[in-house]
């Protein structure tokens, strides 16, 4: 039973299109988030959300849009898509409102943007 | 604000030896502090976390980590190497009341037989 899972695994996409990321996790959290992971391996945190109400966007640029139809669900959906968001972006998810709790990752999805 | 540095991004060892790896936070109060693992092509697993209660943590696969405030450090160790701790460790930190988790840039362990 996988606990948090993404879909698609891998995404090759051209310049220009738009396209989506869903996530999706079985551990009853609240608290859902999207991190970004260059090619150098840097991982950083664009946005999350608790019990579908955004709580962190951190300077993503509006091409990307997270929505949140319930709280076990929180998917990305990327506009005119850019070279450089060519990245692994993972899912995560935790109990809420506590910043010392786990925060338990999803396999990843590889955009590569041609 | 909060930020973690991780000395080293590429650390070899034998098979057997000890494993250090190194990671300084920077903050004005008592951080919360983790290490994840990243095995190739899968996304990060916790290791370990120190949350304000002993300075010294064990985690999972026979890692601990100790915290030093006097330092600012939290590095990760391993008495004996396997192979199947090949992998990118990340050290971060989360800065209270946010849960947001902010990464070190990694490090890179490679175990040879």
């Known amino acids: 039973d996988t606990a948090v899972s993404q879909t698609p695994k891998y995404l090759v996409t051209q310049m220009g299109n738009d396209k989506s990321i869903k996530c999706e996790q079985n551990?009853?959290?609240?608290?859902m988030y999207w991190y970004k992971q260059d090619s150098k391996k840097f991982l950083k945190i664009m946005f999350s959300y608790n019990n579908k109400e955004l709580i962190i966007n951190e300077t993503v640029p509006n091409r990307f849009s997270p929505k949140s139809p319930d709280k076990a669900h929180l998917n990305l959906h990327i506009n005119s898509l850019e070279l450089g968001d060519s990245a692994v972006y993972f899912c995560?998810?935790?109990?809420?409102?506590?910043?010392?709790?786990?925060?338990?990752f999803g396999p990843g999805t590889r955009l590569l943007v041609l | 604000a909060q930020s973690v540095t991780q000395l080293g991004s590429h650390v070899s060892v034998s098979e057997g030896a000890l494993v250090l790896l190194r990671c300084n936070y920077s903050?004005?109060?008592?951080?919360?502090l983790f290490w994840y693992v990243q095995y190739p092509n899968q996304g990060l697993q916790l290791l370990l976390k120190y949350t304000s209660a002993a300075t010294l943590v064990k985690g999972i696969n026979g890692f601990e980590a100790e915290f030093k405030k006097s330092e600012t450090s939290f590095h990760l160790t391993k008495p004996s190497a396997h192979m199947s701790d090949a992998a990118e460790y990340f050290c971060?930190?989360?800065?209270?009341?946010?849960?947001?988790?902010?990464f070190g840039t990694g490090t890179r362990l490679q175990v040879f037989p």
């Open positions: 903050s004005s109060v008592p951080p919360y």
């Open positions: 971060a930190v989360s800065e209270r009341n946010t849960d947001k988790l902010i």
């Open positions: 551990l009853g959290h609240d608290t």
């Open positions: 995560a998810s935790s109990p809420p409102g506590t910043s010392w709790e786990t925060q338990y």
